[in-house]
């Protein structure tokens, strides 16, 4: 076998881990012929040329062999591995094998940082992936000046990556189980405060609700609605589900009544007088609060706290009352709450009473038609086949007479409007069906049981 012999005097041993690299194989020798093998044995001197004391051979996976020429006191002064293997030792020791070496290259390299003067500029050059597995060799051979060199770069560098910041964390927390401090590290991740604060969810809340620049607003509220679900889905039952019900139902009632209030001013006598410019304003904050009531009603939906909104919702009779006297263009907005809830009790994100179901459909559903060739077209997050299911799926929850009279209203305006009005004839069918070809059956079991002698 090959052996390749690198001598570095002094401290200077920087570029040594680079050159052994157990995985990847070391540098090639240099025979031209290329499909020669890598060198298996490597030989390397650490301080002042020919002063070494001790050998200690490393030996990695596939015949990989390390011979480092080192010093003892420098090994014992650093070490508790190497000072208890060497006080288990005879006193004239030369040489020490370490088998099965898992990472030769990194074991290498915290050889040689222990003659390094300034080890944090050592590690400066590093990758957070890198100085993970020197912490790791570190930890075994219980070098805990470059334990606490590796926390203290963790503390100060960026993880970039979830899978990064896993790997940071579960190593520190190895650390901690084995009585180290780690606290400054752990400090990014994890606060003193077992749970953040309700008020400060509800400044966030807020902060949105009251955004007025519509590209800011709308990607936080992506991504506060993204965050909610992971911490619905993460979370275990017991962790406080209701962890921002109060804080959204006031803002709710606070959207509510602000929009109450741009409908009551837009359908007001001196409104309609007013220039089509100065009518903008108006309508632009009508948009905002019913953009911000279906995106609380999202959060509601994620979570499985929505009835109190479709109650809510339904109460809202002044409001529906002014709907057909304002432009389409200016209340399509609204009907996109109407159509989240629809989709909500159709998928069972939401469980309201009959009711309220029914009073949903008997005050929000003619809205939601007349708006309908609106939303189709001026709503980006509209999808037509989902709201029509879950209309569909609400009505078929009613008592039969009910459902009647509401598929019975929708096909007088389908017939008349067309691809203009939802498309229930999904629903239509499963009422009829039931209506006039499956009816309920009781009467006729117990027609059948009277007919029966054995039941005389």
């Known amino acids: ?157 960026p993880w970039v990556g979830e899978e990064e910041e896993e790997k940071v964390v579960s190593s520190v927390l190895r650390l901690q189980s084995e009585g180290v401090g780690v606290n400054p590290v752990l400090k990014r991740v994890s606060s003193q405060i077992s749970r953040p604060p309700k008020d400060t969810l509800s400044h966030i809340v807020e902060l949105v609700l009251k955004s007025n620049e519509e590209r800011g607003r709308r990607e936080m509220k992506s991504i506060v609605l993204k965050l909610l679900r992971e911490n619905n889905s993460s979370s275990d039952c017991d962790s406080s589900p209701d962890i921002c019900y109060e804080t959204i139902y006031a803002s709710c009632r606070s959207c509510l009544d602000s929009l109450l209030s741009h409908f009551k001013r837009a359908t007001g006598p001196e409104f309609s007088d007013r220039p089509m410019d100065n009518q903008d304003p108006i309508a632009k904050q009508i948009a905002l609060e019913a953009d911000n009531l279906a995106w609380l009603l999202d959060i509601l939906a994620e979570r499985q706290l929505a009835d109190e909104f479709a109650l809510m919702w339904v109460c809202q009779q002044e409001l529906a009352g002014l709907h057909h006297k304002l432009p389409a263009m200016t209340r399509y907005h609204v009907s996109c709450i109407t159509a989240r809830l629809f989709v909500g009790i159709g998928r069972g994100e939401l469980l309201p009473s009959k009711d309220t179901r029914h009073m949903l459909l008997q005050t929000w559903l003619e809205p939601l038609t007349n708006d309908y060739s609106w939303l189709n077209h001026g709503c980006r997050s509209f999808d037509r086949k989902v709201v029509e299911e879950g209309i569909g799926r609400t009505i078929l929850t009613l008592p039969l007479e009910e459902q009647q009279s509401i598929l019975l209203f929708w096909l007088s305006n389908f017939l008349k409007s067309g691809d203009n009005c939802p498309n229930l004839q999904r629903a239509f069918e499963v009422w009829w069906r039931r209506t006039f070809i499956r009816p309920y059956a009781e009467p006729r079991v117990n027609q059948g049981q009277s007919d029966n002698p054995m039941t005389s």
Do not use: W
């Open 1 to 157: 076998m090959s052996e390749v012999k690198v001598s570095k005097g002094g401290t200077k041993i920087r570029n040594v881990p680079i050159a052994v690299t157990p995985e990847e194989g070391v540098e090639r020798t240099t025979n031209r012929n290329k499909s020669e093998s890598l060198p298996k044995k490597v030989s390397i001197e650490f301080g002042e040329s020919g002063t070494s004391d001790m050998k200690v051979v490393l030996y990695g996976k596939h015949g990989f062999s390390v011979k480092l020429n080192v010093h003892k006191g420098v090994l014992v002064e650093n070490s508790s591995f190497f000072a208890e293997r060497l006080a288990e030792q005879e006193s004239d020791v030369a040489s020490l094998q370490i088998l099965e070496c898992e990472d030769v290259e990194i074991y290498v390299e915290c050889v040689g940082l222990m003659y390094s003067k300034d080890m944090k500029q050592r590690l400066l050059k590093q990758s957070v992936q890198r100085v993970l597995r020197v912490l790791k060799v570190a930890e075994v051979i219980g070098f805990s000046s470059c334990i606490k060199a590796c926390l203290d770069y963790l503390e100060a560098a």
